[in-house]
């Protein structure tokens, strides 16, 4: 989570974008792919090494179990933000 929010904030200083640090990444993370979409149309998200952080922990359940419940609700926030994405 920590990962994705500090994403977050360089895009969206990079972009002169304001996000709200109240909520949650995914709400941080839907809230910079819509305001970018409003500048640029429609956003393009590269996702690199997508299964690399349960790979990197498949000997520690105890971690296992929390990335799997971040990537899960990253996916999820994705998922829900079709209209704003441009796909190749």
Do not use: C, G
């Not at 994705?4 to 809230?31: D, G, H, P, R, W």
């Not at 790979?55 to 079709?82: C, G, H």
Request: no cysteine.
């Amino acid at each position: 989570e920590n990962y994705v929010l500090n994403e977050i904030k360089k895009i969206s200083k990079e972009y002169n974008i304001k996000v709200n640090n109240e909520f949650n990444f995914e709400i941080q993370f839907a809230n910079l792919i819509q305001d970018l979409s409003k500048k640029y149309t429609r956003v393009v998200l590269l996702v690199d090494e997508y299964d690399k952080p349960i790979l990197s922990n498949l000997k520690k359940p105890e971690v296992l179990e929390e990335v799997k419940a971040t990537m899960n609700a990253f996916y999820a926030t994705i998922k829900d933000l079709d209209e704003y994405l441009k796909y190749f």
